[in-house]
């Protein structure tokens, strides 16, 4: 098992996520309905929803993921990272951040360094991102990783409770 670095960019250090960082990941984002509005696992009803998470985080030598931490307060702020599919050989990216600091780049900051680290590390002929059609954000978050559409599709919630009309972006190096 290979883990992941730390990284850092200008605003954030990009760094391991622990079981000791269950609270926070509850508190700040998981159980928050707005920045799970679109996510693909349902909302966090308690820390417990998310130990397994967080306890077999690493066990994937295809998954790196990383928590967000913001260099001004030390805060852990959002989590995401980057996932090979060996079936297609696509790599895709997946975030969440907490909703107070929304609209500030810092997903775009955070997920430029990490495809970096990635190609720098990896074989990444394609990376692709999937986001829910009222999901503007995400959207341009891709835009401005430099991703364009790819395909019309959809994505279920894990528990299967919501099925969302969606839009796959990628970029090929």
Same mark, same amino acid.
């Given at each position: 098992?290979?883990?992941?670095?730390?990284?850092?960019?200008?605003?954030?250090?990009?760094?391991?996520?622990?079981?000791?960082?269950?609270?926070?990941?509850?508190?700040?984002?998981?159980?928050?309905?707005?920045?799970?509005?679109?996510?693909?696992?349902?909302?966090?009803?308690?820390?417990?929803?998310?130990?397994?998470?967080?306890?077999?985080?690493?066990?994937?030598?295809?998954?790196?993921?990383?928590?967000?931490? #913001?260099?001004?307060?030390?805060? $852990?702020? !959002? =989590?995401?990272?980057?996932?090979?599919?060996?079936?297609?050989? *696509?790599?895709?990216?997946?975030?969440?951040?907490?909703?107070?600091?929304?609209?500030?780049?810092?997903?775009?900051?955070?997920?430029?360094?990490?495809?970096?680290?990635?190609?720098?590390?990896?074989?990444?002929?394609?990376?692709?991102?999937?986001?829910?059609?009222?999901?503007?954000?995400?959207?341009?978050?891709?835009?401005?990783?430099?991703?364009?559409?790819?395909? #019309?599709?959809?994505?279920?919630? $894990?528990? !299967? =409770?919501?099925?969302?009309?969606?839009?796959?972006?990628?970029? *090929?190096?």
């Amino acid at each position: 098992m290979k883990s992941v670095p730390v990284l850092e960019t200008e605003r954030l250090i990009l760094r391991p996520l622990s079981i000791e960082d269950l609270d926070t990941v509850y508190t700040k984002w998981a159980s928050d309905p707005r920045v799970n509005k679109y996510m693909i696992y349902p909302l966090w009803k308690s820390r417990e929803d998310g130990r397994e998470w967080l306890e077999t985080m690493y066990q994937d030598d295809d998954k790196k993921d990383f928590g967000f931490v #913001d260099k001004a307060t030390g805060e $852990l702020i !959002g =989590s995401g990272g980057i996932y090979y599919h060996a079936d297609i050989g *696509v790599w895709s990216i997946g975030y969440n951040l907490s909703y107070d600091y929304w609209n500030r780049g810092l997903v775009t900051e955070a997920i430029s360094k990490i495809i970096e680290w990635a190609r720098e590390n990896f074989t990444v002929p394609v990376v692709a991102g999937t986001f829910a059609v009222g999901n503007i954000g995400s959207q341009r978050v891709m835009e401005k990783l430099g991703m364009t559409f790819y395909e #019309d599709t959809e994505y279920s919630k $894990l528990d !299967g =409770s919501e099925t969302f009309k969606a839009k796959t972006y990628r970029k *090929v190096f």
